[in-house]
């Protein structure tokens, strides 16, 4: 499979109420590597082993959420290509300077169908993941926090999720992995989608309240991973929303948890290689709970109810 | 170890928090239930109670979901707040939000909705 569109999600940037106390946890408790400040006062973050500037933005504010989502194209050429697309379908684009974010070029922002802010960008800084690229050595995994290996992918709420996903299909080259259906059997209660050959980079669930945010995932190697990150999570009183347990949608291993602002995040392992060749999965809305939580088999209050 | 006694008016239930937890924390640690329980740290607004008698000591929370004039007059999310005294509070739209989203969309049953 060649890719040479839409790569990866390469940023979210993050609301949170006491940044310093955020700075802090995102550092010792989530184990990311501080890559710096700008003059907004942004606080810039990275995983051990993202090769690119950084993949977190926290900025303070008076309420929690995500302020954009942003992911990674192949060039400056694609970039170009693709804000073309999204005109042509009638999609208002605004450029973003570079370096308004730290090490990175400009951005393609524009609104999604359900609010949220998405961006297109072409170039960041590689800083490495301190391996080098001649006869690298493993990073053994050490050191404080839970330190994933990526930010991966998010998850966002809001009303027309059909428009989003034409969006993401038809300007940008997704493809439909999973979808959860209402009882009618036609509508979409969620979707899942990657532009990759992963089982999700990003999902979407329906509901009344535009741009909101569910979650944004991180990526672990192994189970055993995810129970470690468990533990860490106790051990420093985070507040835990569910897990850990499996999903039956993308069948990723999973824990539900929150930053100290608020907002969801996902530390996640395993899910399926999905190539658009491949028929998507329909869950019906009778197997929602087992969709979401494998070995519960059932929702909690908060799946569908809290969101920042 | 100073714990205090919180009671929830509008079911009559009852507890006793220890002062380092927050009010939200200290109804969850008994199993006790009452208040919806969210993220637990100041963002979500599904926890949000008014306090109607006693003193807390509180951190910061979503303007989202709580204006200043509603903290200034005890509206808070008690997930924030710690008591110093004993406490009477009174939930404030429990899980609003649980049924808003079944309006979406028009004309379609929700998953939950039996």
Redesign the interface.
Known sequence: MAMTGVLRPGHAQIRV??LEESVAWYTNVMGLVPMGRDVQGRAYFKTRQERDHHSIILRQA????MDFFGFKVLDNATLNHLEKKLVAHGVRTERIPAGDLLETGERVRFNLPTGHAIELYAEKKDVGNGMGYVNPDVDVLEGKGIAPTRMDHCLIYG?DIDANRELFEKVLDFTLVERVK???GT?D?ATWLTCSAKAHDIAMV????PDKMHHVSFRLDTWEQVLRAADIMSKNRT?I?FGPTRHGITQGTTIYF???????LETFCGGYDHYPDMHPITWT?DE?GAGIYYHARK?N??F????? | MAAYTIVIEDTGESYRCVEYRSVLEGMEALGKKGIPVGCRQGGCGVCKVRVTAGSYTKRVMSREHVSAEEEAAGCVLSCRIKPITDLRLAVIGPMRKNVCWMAEPAGVSSVLST
């Open positions: 109420l006491d008076d309420r929690a959420g009303p209402l009882e009618d509508t209660l329906r509901h009344n309240e507040s929303d929150f930053d100290p602002s608020g907002n969801r809305w929602v929702l209050d908060t569908l109810t809290v969101v920042t």
